[in-house]
T-cell receptor, first 111, second 114 residues
Framework: TQLLEQSPQFLSIQEGENLTVYCNSS?????LQWYRQEPGEGPVLLVT?????EVKKLKRLTFQFGDARKDSSLHITAAQPGDTGLYLC???????????FGQGTTLQVKP | DAGVIQSPRHEVTEMGQEVTLRCKPI?????LFWYRQTMMRGLELLIY????????DSGMPEDRFSAKMPNASFSTLKIQPSEPRDSAVYFC????????????FGPGTRLLVL
């Protein structure tokens, strides 16, 4: 059972465009993390959001946690080729050590 | 710190053979996780340990898979006998505590079972 649905699964855009990746679930999470993974490497944490409605910004990346803590979004402004990679969302439960990962969104930014 | 260390980085074996994957977590981290990543199923949690004790192994596919953590600095994931459908990238990750701090992933072991 896939608890976290990411959309879109694949995204190919031109440099300078904006994009949004969505992460949705029917479950309530105590926290939501976003990771970025490059080919041949393990995922690297970008951000953690823990409060419903929370918004965090990391340079050109904006992360939002839904009010009900069931969904999240990642918005990239003026995408650069260096943003190319696999973006993964992961939901956490406060009473366990588990992180449940979404299927991922593969982003390609063309120069 | 060197980060999470995994070995081997690549493994090619024949169906039926035993495969052992190794992981050294970051020193001082209480949690260790084993994941498997495939195109079809994404990143799946197989098992995780807290203070060397297995907490949840519900993600382990079947009895052919086993994991151990004999001490705080070493863990193994064993597949015996291996099958072609086990081909995947296996990641080890560690985290300092249950409070949502950064989870650090190793570089992964790319396993191909022929």
């Amino acid at each position: 059972t896939q608890l976290l649905e990411q959309s879109p699964q694949f995204l190919s855009i031109q440099e300078g465009e904006n994009l949004t990746v969505y992460c949705n679930s029917s479950s309530v999470f105590s926290s939501l993390q976003w990771y970025r993974q490059e080919p041949g490497e393990g995922p690297v944490l970008l951000v953690t959001v823990v409060t419903g409605g929370e918004v965090k910004k990391l340079k050109r990346l904006t992360f939002q946690f839904g009010d009900a803590r069931k969904d999240s979004s990642l918005h990239i402004t003026a995408a650069q080729p260096g943003d190319t990679g696999l973006y993964l969302c992961a939901g956490g439960y406060s009473n366990t050590g588990k992180l449940i990962f979404g299927q991922g969104t593969t982003l390609q930014v063309k120069p | 710190d060197a980060g999470v260390i995994q070995s081997p980085r690549h493994e090619v074996t024949e169906m039926g053979q035993e495969v052992t994957l190794r992981c050294k977590p970051i020193s001082g981290h209480d949690y260790l996780f084993w994941y498997r990543q495939t195109m079809m199923r994404g990143l799946e949690l197989l098992i995780y340990f807290n203070n060397n004790v297995p907490i949840d192994d519900s993600g382990m596919p079947e009895d052919r898979f086993s994991a151990k953590m004999p001490n705080a600095s070493f863990s193994t994931l064993k597949i015996q006998p291996s099958e072609p459908r086990d081909s995947a990238v296996y990641f080890c990750a560690s985290r300092q505590s249950i409070n949502w701090e950064t989870q650090y992933f190793g570089p992964g072991t790319r396993l191909l079972v022929l």
